[in-house]
T-cell receptor, first 111, second 114 residues
Framework: GQNIDQPTEMTATEGAIVQINCTYQ??????LFWYQQHAGEAPTFLSY????GLEEKGRFSSFLSRSKGYSYLLLKELQMKDSASYLC????????????FGKGTMLLVSP | DTGVSQDPRHKITKRGQNVTFRCDPI?????LYWYRQTLGQGPEFLTY????????KSRLLSDRFSAERPKGSFSTLEIQRTEQGDSAMYLC????????????FGPGTRLTVT
């Protein structure tokens, strides 16, 4: 089975940097995803890590350590529109690519 | 590429009624997933299709739930004898199993059972 933990809520200020952590325990691992979900909307893909290290994509970066079962999403130069839920999801090693999601971290960006 | 679409966007039904939702994936995607999401939770996997074959079902999918993807294109999710605990957002996602790993989500169908 899979167990994924991430903080429930975080707050930050516009223009700042915030790091959202995710730890996981899985019976198999074939990649970790971060999705952004605004209230009432569908999740949208942010990043994918399957090897250890940092993946950078504009203002968003994601890090993975497979040995530690740990990932983080780093958001730089925060904007008000970044207020959303951030979902960490793990793909198992099976061939079906189904995702197991954490409960999400609600990020509130204030002026 | 018009994205994943779902219909209806909202459904209110009385307990005991049957409901059916439709999902149209991105046209070239052969993989289709259904998830359920309740308030304050992440999406929970329900079932997975590769083309028209239903290859995996979650234990969350009781015998009141059935899903089809008859021609490997659109999919339907039916819930029979709805219960208040079925109230949730039902999300559909698709991916290109040959090339991509990213799942693209539709806007969801919000079900309210009264």
């Amino acid at each position: 089975g899979q167990n994924i933990d991430q903080p429930t809520e975080m707050t930050a200020t516009e223009g700042a940097i915030v790091q959202i952590n995710c730890t996981y325990q899985t019976s198999g691992f074939n990649g970790l995803f971060w999705y952004q979900q605004h209230a009432g909307e569908a999740p949208t893909f942010l990043s994918y890590n399957v090897l250890d290290g940092l993946e950078e994509k504009g203002r968003f970066s994601s890090f993975l350590s497979r040995s530690k079962g740990y990932s983080y999403l780093l958001l730089k130069e925060l904007q008000m529109k970044d207020s959303a839920s951030y979902l960490c999801a793990v793909r198992d090693r099976g061939g079906y690519s189904t995702l197991t999601f954490g409960k999400g971290t609600m990020l509130l960006v204030s002026p | 590429d018009t994205g994943v679409s779902q219909d209806p966007r909202h459904k209110i039904t009385k307990r005991g009624q049957n409901v059916t939702f439709r999902c149209d994936p991105i046209s070239e995607h052969n993989r289709l997933y259904w998830y359920r999401q309740t308030l304050g939770q992440g999406p929970e996997f329900l079932t997975y299709f590769q083309n028209e074959a239903q290859l995996e079902k979650s234990r969350l999918l009781s015998d009141r739930f059935s899903a089809e993807r008859p021609k490997g294109s659109f999919s339907t999710l039916e819930i029979q004898r709805t219960e208040q605990g079925d109230s949730a957002m039902y999300l559909c996602a698709s991916s290109d199993g040959l090339v991509g790993y990213e799942q693209y989500f539709g806007p969801g169908t919000r079900l309210t059972v009264t």
